[in-house]
Every structure is written in structure tokens, then in C-alpha cells.
């Protein structure tokens, strides 16, 4: 690996390019908070994309073009005069050691959890307790990603379950209540119902330590590979997906899965 130097050295180097680019590139020029907004949300989903599928050179590529993001608005506020990236670093470097007092102080804490457990409470003295709990979760958060931090935000103050076995009792009693609603054809009720499916069973998730989100998107990403095998598998045979039977297709999917895909 690299010294601390060159690593220096090269985040050193990046602000020098940008800083040229910032004047004598006409797009960079233009860029602002709001313009670059849309791309920074796309970088980072491509980076989240990468990490799905831990491919190690995309990673690698992604995490460039999200830090590119980070200095770019760096720069922007240092040209207003509200900040600089070393504000950025600053700052950070006081959040992460006010934030592991275990590491930095003389807090205990042998475990993953035991840090958990303390993390809440500790953003809460940061903020003088003028915030609520849940305020920290941000409105513009994927719903599934923004339950599961709602939950665990909830927990870290002790609005939990007891025993984690309790929850399937609310699992079961969400999936009645949206059959229920299903049955009578009421859209917006069986709408709301499907809600509380998803959220009890993000919380059932969560307690049993799985993150819904890495599990929905391993499940995404398992179903295409299995119906890319089922479509290439169709035109091979010169045949079109709209003039197979389910049944068919249910058999050339049960290979993909034999397959490993």
C-alpha cells in the first residue's frame, strides 16, 4: 500500500486539478450546489451499485467520482467564503473522536454493539438536545432504507421489542389486516395496510441482523440473472418470451436456478 505521503500527495493533486478546472473548463465553471446535486445522488447509487456486486475495480473508480463531489462542493464553498475542505476534514475528524469516546476517551466499549447502544445518546448531547430522535433520518432517504434507520434510531433509545421472536406476531397481524383490506378492493386502505407489511417485516429484518436493503437488492439482482438465462435461453431456440407457456417458462427458469443463477 501507499505512505501516508503519497497518499497525501495525491488528494493534494486532485484539489490542484480542480482548482484548475474551476476556471478554465466552461462546464466546471458553471457548476453549483443545485446543478450538481442530481449527479452526486447518481454517483453514489452507481458507487452502492459496485459495492452490491463487490467489484473491486468499479469500486475503486466510483469512490473517485464520489469524492470528486465532496471536494467540488468544497470549493464552491470556499469561493463564498462558508467553508473549505479543511473545514470538511476538520470537522469530521471532531465528529468521529466526540463519537468514540472508546477510542478517544475513556468510555468502555468491547463490542459492535455496545457502541450501537451508546451512538444515539451521544448525537443527542452533540446536539444539546434540542433535536428529537428521529430528526437525523433524512426525508430524501429510498422508504426501505429510511425504515430500517427509523427503527434502529427508535431502538438505540430503548423503543424496541423485548424479545426479537415477538415481532412475527406483528408480521402476521399486518399481512391479515392487508388481506383484509385487499378484499374489499379499497386501494388506499390496502395501500396503507402494505405498508405496515413491509415496515414490520423491515423491523423483523433488522432484529435478526439482516439488512433489508443488501437483501431486497441481492434478490433483485438474483432475479435477473435467472430471467436473462430464461430470455437468451428463448432465443436460442428462435423462439419468443410472449409465445412460451408459463409453464414452459417455469421450466427453464427451474435450470437457472439448478445452475446456480
Known amino acids: 500500500m501507499y505512505t501516508r505521503k503519497e497518499q497525501m500527495e495525491a488528494f493534494g493533486r486532485l484539489l ?19 446543478s450538481l446535486r442530481p449527479n452526486t445522488i447518481e454517483e453514489v ?12 475495480k468499479n469500486i475503486c473508480k466510483e469512490l473517485g467520482d464520489v469524492l470528486l463531489h465532496v471536494v467540488f462542493y468544497a470549493k464552491i464553498g470556499s469561493e463564498t467564503g462558508a ?32 457502541v450501537s447502544e451508546n451512538w ?3 448525537k443527542m448531547k452533540e446536539k444539546d438536545g434540542n433535536k428529537s430522535v428521529l430528526s437525523g433520518v433524512p426525508d430524501a432517504l429510498p422508504s426501505l432504507i429510511k425504515a430500517y434507520r427509523i427503527q434502529d434510531k427508535a431502538r438505540n433509545v430503548g423503543f ?4 426479537r421472536e415477538q415481532v412475527w406476531e406483528k408480521v402476521k397481524e399486518e399481512i ?17 395496510e402494505f405498508g405496515d407489511v413491509m415496515f414490520s417485516l423491515i423491523n423483523a429484518a433488522r432484529l435478526y441482523k439482516v439488512n433489508p ?21 428463448t432465443i436460442k431456440q428462435g423462439r419468443n418470451l410472449t409465445d412460451m407457456t408459463l409453464e414452459e417458462m417455469d421450466a427453464v427458469w427451474n435450470e437457472a436456478k439448478k445452475k446456480g443463477l
Open 160 to 163: 424496541d421489542w423485548e424479545d
Open 213 to 233: 436493503d443488501n437483501a431486497l437488492e441481492h434478490t433483485n439482482q438474483k432475479f435477473i440473472r435467472r430471467f436473462n438465462y430464461l430470455e437468451e435461453h
Open 45 to 56: 447509487y452507481e458507487l452502492c451499485d459496485a459495492l452490491v456486486k463487490n467489484d473491486q
Open 120 to 122: 444515539e445518546q451521544i
Open 176 to 192: 391479515g389486516e392487508f388481506e383484509s383490506e385487499v378484499a374489499t378492493m379499497d386501494k388506499e386502505k390496502a395501500e396503507a
Open 83 to 114: 467553508f473549505d475542505i479543511k473545514d470538511v476534514c476538520d470537522k469530521l475528524c471532531e465528529k468521529l473522536i466526540f463519537r468514540h469516546p472508546h477510542v478517544f476517551g475513556e468510555v468502555k466499549a468491547d463490542t459492535a454493539e455496545q
Open 16 to 34: 490542484d486539478v480542480l482548482d484548475e478546472l474551476r476556471v478554465k473548463c466552461p462546464w466546471d465553471r458553471k457548476q453549483t450546489n443545485e
